[in-house]
């Protein structure tokens, strides 16, 4: 876990430097290192001070990186059981590889019924997009940010702290939304050392689900952070005594008691069901 946040500071907030230089070619790619300029930029773009500071509470405290729910997807979700059983007033989704493709500002296919779903659980209004690249100070003048509102009609949160920090714009964002404190607050990622620790920290209901993309359709992917992500799987949900007792000792949450009482993993039959009703098309 110390080794795959060490790699996580220095690597996974790259992603937007990747981003950036695979639709301009001036700037060098930070992975290869072509060039001087393109080692500054990247390391400019990559540092986040905030996953610094946390580093020593994920090491004492491993298992605040452990989820309440693991999924497939976010369309395996119960979002209407998540709102009128488990206290929950409004769904946080991380973007890349969550609800789109990474760097993507459509909607993938497999999670377009989640997404459909809450939204139409929770209104536009109570669900939004935090992501540690889009609507940050890394976005000039949002311009990310503003694109995935207008193709993808889902609100972006500002932050200029990013995860597992920003709680402070989250509040601010659902304020006089219905949301009082943390605790009626889902995250939902596929990272458990940004999306689930942030979740986590602040007392908020985790959902993980594993990436959209795999092989050659997760090409635009950071790719050190792609091999994180699969090495934060394998310690976490590995079948063997550490990741067995970290997985046993998942915080709390205020209002949910477990899958046993409030199931908020969908079957088959459900998602066929919830399909019929809603439809998968595009939020």
Known sequence: TFICC???????????TSHRTSTTDSIPSPVYCRS???????????INTKALLTLASVCRRPYIASPHIHVPTISHVNYE?????????????DKDNTITAPYA??????AALGLRSALDVFGHDNVAVLSNS???????????????EREMGINVIRHDVKKPGGMDEVLRHFEGKGVQDASQLCMVGD??????????????LTVHCLPLCVGAENKADNK?????????????YG???????IRKRTLKHKYWHGEEECPLILIQEQIVELETKLGTSQP
């Open 6 to 16: 060490i790699l996580l500071t220095l690597t996974k907030y790259s992603s937007i």
């Open 36 to 46: 001087l300029m393109g080692i500054y930029y990247a390391m400019v773009q990559s």
């Open 81 to 93: 059981s998540m709102r009128d059983s488990c206290g929950i007033k409004a769904i946080i989704f």
């Open 105 to 110: 500002t459509e909607v993938h296919e497999k």
């Open 134 to 148: 889009a609507g940050t100070k890394d976005d000039i003048d949002y311009e990310d940010a503003l694109k995935i």
């Open 191 to 204: 990272r458990l050392l940004t999306d689930v620790v942030f979740g986590s920290l602040h007392g908020m």
């Open 224 to 236: 050190i952070a792609s091999i994180i992500r699969t090495l934060e799987n394998k310690s976490m």
């Open 239 to 245: 079948n063997w005594f550490i990741p067995n007792s």
